[in-house]
């Protein structure tokens, strides 16, 4: 069974930092893109970055871009999203995805086919 565990979310002044870590298990994510999503109340979920498989070509969202660092490792299983510079329109719940099938980072940006974490919510307090 394929699970992926979200950690590292909580509350956080404007301005601050936070480091997200997502362990995946269940299988090998090596050959696979991740990445990050969030979703507030009322909103549909919306993609904030991504990885390719090797980490070498990351993604972001315009908003986050500058402030969000996406990175992954491998021999752990695990994708990262350190946060800077946070702001309160950044307060979401965070969910950790990856493809289930397809190889490649733009499948993953989809999210129609995606393996998901159960989230961890961030706050961000003005």
């Known amino acids: 069974q394929v699970q992926l565990v979200e950690s590292g979310g909580g509350l956080v002044q404007a301005g601050g930092s936070l480091r997200l870590s997502c362990a995946g298990s269940?299988?090998?994510?090596?050959?696979?893109?991740m990445g990050w999503f969030r979703q507030t109340p009322g909103k549909d979920r919306e993609f904030v970055a991504g990885?390719?498989?090797?980490?070498?070509?990351?993604h972001y969202a315009d908003s986050v871009k500058g402030r969000f660092t996406i990175s992954r490792d491998n021999a752990k299983n695990t994708v990262y999203l350190q946060m800077n510079s946070l702001k309160a329109e950044d307060t979401a719940v965070y969910y950790c995805?990856?493809?289930?099938?397809?190889?490649?980072?733009?499948?993953?940006?989809?999210?129609?086919?995606?393996?998901w974490g159960q989230g961890t919510q961030v706050t961000v307090s003005s």
């Open positions: 269940g299988r090998t994510f090596t050959s696979y893109p």
């Open positions: 990885i390719s498989a090797r980490g070498v070509i990351p």
């Open positions: 995805s990856s493809t289930r099938a397809s190889f490649t980072i733009a499948a993953m940006m989809r999210g129609t086919d995606n393996y």
